[in-house]
């Protein structure tokens, strides 16, 4: 049985589960602190968001930072697969793109490029 976004956070990070969301909370704060967002966050901030949203972020964000570095370079990536690195308005579109987003359409351009 799948468990639960909070058993999740619990197990990550503390069995208190308001000290473990916090904890969550400062590590996609340091995370998105490094460039590797764009600031979407609606006027009531992180801490009001679920912590299934949470997860998804952090994850997506280590992965970014593991991988890649930056968004930049995410970008960059990207354009290497679909050979247009001098696109610039290809470029534009995606950096106004988010970070999750980035990623999915990422791995979909791996797939094609691997066809």
């Known amino acids: ?11 990550r990070f503390g069995d208190d589960r308001k ?21 979407r966050v609606g006027s009531k901030g992180l801490e009001f968001a679920s912590n299934k949203q949470l997860l998804h972020l ?12 930056s968004r930049d370079k995410l ?3 990207i354009l290497e697969l679909e050979s247009r690195t ?4 290809y470029k534009s579109r995606f950096e106004a793109w988010s970070t999750p987003r980035l ?12 066809n």
Do not use: C, N
């Not at 049985?1 to 197990?11: C, G, H, R």
């Not at 969550?24 to 764009?38: F, K, S």
């Not at 001098?86 to 308005?89: A, I, V």
């Open 19 to 39: 000290a473990a969301k916090a904890k969550l909370v400062a590590e996609v704060t340091a995370l998105t602190d490094g460039g590797l967002w764009i600031d």
């Open 1 to 11: 049985m799948k468990k639960s976004p909070l058993a999740i956070v619990k197990d």
């Open 86 to 89: 001098k696109d610039e308005g």
């Open 58 to 69: 952090h994850d997506v964000l280590s992965q970014v930072k593991s991988e890649f570095g």
């Open 75 to 77: 970008v960059g990536a």
């Open 103 to 114: 990623v999915d359409y990422h791995k979909a351009a791996k797939k094609r490029a691997a």
